[in-house]
């Protein structure tokens, strides 16, 4: 397997789940673990940039190892698509601020679709212009320049009318998401050697993450319990895997059958990492938070952000504790 693959694939892996991390986080915050330190604050901000930083990757290796062009345009390729997908997502967030105007009537569902239509801009057009990788990074860009002007407007932080929308844009597509992806795996013709070998790796990689996550966060004003558990945090792994898995298994079509054969074992290590990290990190997170967090009696209001009457579909989680600190299946 050469270098291109493997960046491929840990670019893909590498990739922490928003979809399980953030409302495992939210729960918590509002119960008050952690929110001392701003510790669920900080994981999901980090996830965030994580997220990014893997499509990004992904996107550029991708272009790079399906492209003929010269040498010189493959070095270049990574920083321009880069710089580009940064450049178009703050240009599009700015713009967002001023069209619609806020006191037009239908900003809401204008600024949804100006949202909507710079993600898809941004993703489509960088892979009609060959540099796949600025196409993921100015989705995330735009969204985050968008929220910040927004926010200088009076919108709330985290639970605005936008937001909400692209809540059940996602409770929509993500069984389709992955259900497509798992459709293309047949059991039946999985080799058990390959299986518990894509299964090592994704163990190794796990444990050797958690143990870099504490040790990286050593000098800062986390406890070892807090850096235990931001560690165990970053494990889970889904929507951006079931999003890149089926990317490279397209690519490769009309390709080798050795190419084929690569491209359904990314898929299958993609599938694994869902079936196993998924769960098990929500799981996780929900119980060690109130072990290994301190709790504030009093949970601080973020500066800028009041929370609203309606709650936010971001509170669903698989947990509910009650204030003795037993867990109750909702």
Not at 23 to 33: M, S, V
Request: net charge negative; hydrophobic share 50%.
């Amino acid at each position: 397997m050469n270098d291109r693959r493997l960046l491929l694939i840990s670019s893909i892996i590498s990739a922490v789940s928003p979809a399980v991390v953030v409302p495992c986080l939210f729960r918590l915050r509002t119960k008050g673990y952690g929110v001392s330190k701003g510790i669920p604050t900080l994981i999901i901000a980090v996830s965030g940039i994580d997220d990014a930083t893997s499509v990004a990757v992904f996107g550029i290796v991708h272009s790079l190892m399906f492209t003929e062009e010269s040498l010189t345009y493959e070095i270049l390729q990574g920083p321009l698509s880069i710089a580009g997908g940064i450049a178009f997502g703050i240009f599009w967030g700015v713009l967002s601020k001023y069209v619609p105007e806020k006191n037009d009537p239908y900003v809401v569902p204008l600024r949804i679709l100006m949202l909507l239509g710079g993600g898809l801009i941004s993703v489509l057009g960088s892979e009609c212009l060959g540099f796949g990788g600025a196409g993921p990074l100015g989705c995330v860009s735009a969204a985050f320049v968008s929220l910040l002007c927004w926010s200088q407007q009076g919108w709330e932080i985290e639970d605005n009318p936008v937001a909400t929308a692209f809540e059940i844009f996602w409770m929509l597509f993500e069984p389709v998401l992955f259900g497509l992806t798992g459709t293309q795996i047949k059991i039946n013709e999985l080799e058990p050697h390959i299986v518990m070998l894509c299964f090592a790796c994704l163990v190794s990689g796990i444990v050797i993450r958690v143990i870099a996550t504490v040790f990286v966060a050593i000098g800062s004003q986390l406890n070892l319990k807090e850096k235990i558990f931001v560690a165990l945090s970053w494990m889970s792994k889904a929507s951006v895997q079931a999003a890149l898995g089926p990317v490279a298994l397209n690519s490769v079509r009309s390709g080798s059958d050795e190419q084929k054969g690569y491209a359904e074992m990314v898929l299958m290590m993609c599938v694994l990492s869902i079936l196993l990290t998924a769960p098990t990190g929500a799981i996780l997170i929900s119980l060690s938070g109130s072990r290994l967090l301190k709790k504030t009696l009093s949970p601080p209001i973020v500066e800028g952000w009041r929370r609203s009457a309606r709650p936010s579909l971001r509170d669903i989680t698989i947990i509910d504790e009650e204030e003795d600190g037993e867990g109750v299946a909702s």
